[in-house]
């Protein structure tokens, strides 16, 4: 059974760093995204990798979030540095089992369970 589990998050005020990650069992990770989810708003990516090591980043957290993986664990991570306020809510892996960078929401097949990262002074 596919099962995808973050880990890291809390709280750190603005300025500080934090970095999740996130474990795949049952499948070998191939793409992979992290996205945010702030209350009443949708889900937001902010960073992909290929199976290659390929990035993708948005503007709001390029230069701050950095996405790698370690393939021999399994494992995603994600670096935040540079936290704002803005950037609190639920961070969630996601896994495809398509090529290249997935940008697009409906490209990711598995979904953690999410983990909340707090920005708070």
């Known amino acids: 059974q596919a099962q995808l589990v973050e880990s890291g998050g809390g709280y750190v005020q603005p300025g500080g760093s934090l970095r999740l990650s996130c474990t795949a069992s049952?499948?070998?990770?191939?793409?992979m995204g992290w996205y945010l989810q702030a209350p009443g708003k949708q889900r937001e990516l902010v960073a992909a990798?290929?199976?290659?090591?390929?990035?993708y980043y948005p503007s709001s957290v390029k230069g701050r979030f950095t996405i790698s993986r370690d393939n021999a664990k399994n494992t995603v991570h994600l670096q935040m540095n540079s936290l704002k306020l803005e950037d609190t809510a639920v961070y969630y892996c996601?896994?495809?089992?398509?090529?290249?960078?997935?940008?697009?929401?409906?490209?990711?097949?598995?979904w953690g369970q999410g983990t909340q990262v707090t920005v708070s002074s």
């Open positions: 049952g499948f070998t990770l191939g793409a």
């Open positions: 990798i290929s199976s290659g090591g390929s990035t």
């Open positions: 996601a896994a495809s089992r398509r090529g290249g960078v997935p940008v697009g929401e409906p490209s990711y097949d598995y």
